[in-house]
T-cell receptor, first 108, second 118 residues
Framework: KNEVEQSPQNLTAQEGEFITINCSYSVGISALHWLQQHPGGGIVSLFMLSSGKKKHGRLIATINIQEKHSSLHITASHPRDSAVYICAVRSSGSRLTFGEGTQLTVNP | DTEVTQTPKHLVMGMTNKKSLKCEQHMGHRAMYWYKQKAKKPPELMFVYSYEKLSINESVPSRFSPECPNSSLLNLHLHALQPEDSALYLC?????????????????FGPGTRLTVL
């Protein structure tokens, strides 16, 4: 069993839909990252959080430390949101443990 | 400047070639990282430099040789690679590599170098 599990693996939505991607982890962490990777490679850090909730534009990230669970929400989804979303946790030092990623496709 | 830059964007090399990948940041970060990412897989950590010293080597074959000439630059020297080494190589940096309270140690990623070994 991976230390970081994401669901779903693949998600297809229609433009405008509300999207939720989930991340569960099995280790104690100091921070959790949500990352976005578009085709062609570069990774963008969307959020880093250790408690509560963060919001940036149409993106919202929440974390429940007791339940070892985090969610990434996208409101009013758009085709340009199509990308791979990766959950990564930092448990000690600088090492990140990555989930397998969620491939999101938003159709117009 | 909150950017990590990597050159080249794409690299094609033969198994006998020697080449280098370069990474640069000007955020004053003292930790820098090399990751390897195969298609449809998450990044795998290769090396971590902290204050220009190698602090983590994830049992990477010696045909990959990292170098950190100063706090802003990170190189990855490649020699006698195999076709299975073809991948996206990502560089990242963060303020430090030791545990910082809460959210102080975010990693910033570069755009990557797409490497093809023939």
């Amino acid at each position: 069993k991976n230390e970081v599990e994401q669901s779903p693996q693949n998600l297809t939505a229609q433009e405008g839909e509300f999207i939720t991607i989930n991340c569960s982890y099995s280790v104690g962490i100091s921070a959790l990252h949500w990352l976005q990777q578009h085709p062609g490679g570069g990774i963008v850090s969307l959020f880093m959080l250790s408690s509560g909730k963060k919001k940036h534009g149409r993106l919202i990230a929440t974390i429940n430390i007791q339940e070892k669970h985090s969610s990434l929400h996208i409101t009013a989804s758009h085709p340009r949101d199509s990308a791979v979303y990766i959950c990564a946790v930092r448990s000690s030092g600088s090492r990140l443990t990555f989930g397998e990623g969620t491939q999101l496709t938003v159709n117009p | 400047d909150t950017e990590v830059t990597q050159t080249p964007k794409h690299l094609v090399m033969g198994m006998t070639n020697k080449k280098s990948l370069k990474c640069e940041q000007h955020m004053g970060h003292r930790a820098m990282y090399w990751y390897k990412q195969k298609a449809k897989k998450p990044p795998e950590l290769m090396f971590v430099y902290s204050y220009e010293k190698l602090s983590i080597n994830e049992s990477v074959p010696s045909r990959f040789s990292p170098e950190c000439p100063n706090s802003s630059l990170l190189n990855l020297h490649l020699h006698a690679l195999q076709p299975e080494d073809s991948a996206l190589y990502l560089c990242a940096s963060s303020r430090g590599s030791t545990v910082l309270a809460g959210e102080g140690n975010e990693q910033f990623f570069g755009p990557g170098t797409r490497l093809t070994v023939l």
